[in-house]
């Protein structure tokens, strides 16, 4: 799976960025991390190759940014379990916010109220010294 937003199905990729971010806005990473220790589901959409290249972080669900429509249908079985309901707090990480705000601006768009994506991505989440696992490849 590639980081780019020309693959079809992307989503939110008609949006611009400004657009996405007016949908679910952009937290600073130490907003997400409390959001997160308060309940939050934390799902981070990068490729599995970005995570071995640039570590991961402890706790967060692994979810395909293409797949959202499957993976947020409240009514399959296949759907996050910790994602109860519309209200359910969610935050969206990426290695940008190019890649996590169409995400949480989809899942706004599908009828979640409570959605943040991290300002400055994992990079960002990564230099305020909260926990990540280190990277598996170099």
Not at 10 to 33: D, F, G, I, K, M
Not at 40 to 56: P, W
Not at 86 to 103: H, N, Q
Request: glycine share 10%.
């Amino acid at each position: 799976m590639t980081e780019t937003t020309s693959r079809p199905g992307a989503p939110a990729e008609h949006l611009s960025l400004e657009e996405a971010s007016a949908l679910a806005p952009a937290v600073t990473p130490q907003e997400a991390a409390a959001r997160v220790t308060e309940g939050a589901f934390l799902l981070d959409v990068r490729s599995e190759a970005g995570r071995s290249r640039t570590g991961a972080i402890p706790g967060a669900t692994v979810g395909d940014r293409y797949a959202i429509d499957d993976e947020f249908d409240l009514t399959a079985a296949t759907h996050h379990a910790p994602v109860v309901s519309l209200d359910t707090p969610i935050v969206v990480v990426c290695g940008s916010v190019r890649g996590s705000g169409p995400v949480a601006a989809e899942l706004r768009a599908k009828g979640f109220t409570n959605v943040a994506h991290v300002e400055g991505g994992f990079g960002a989440w990564k230099d305020a010294g909260l926990p990540a696992e280190e990277p598996t490849t170099r």
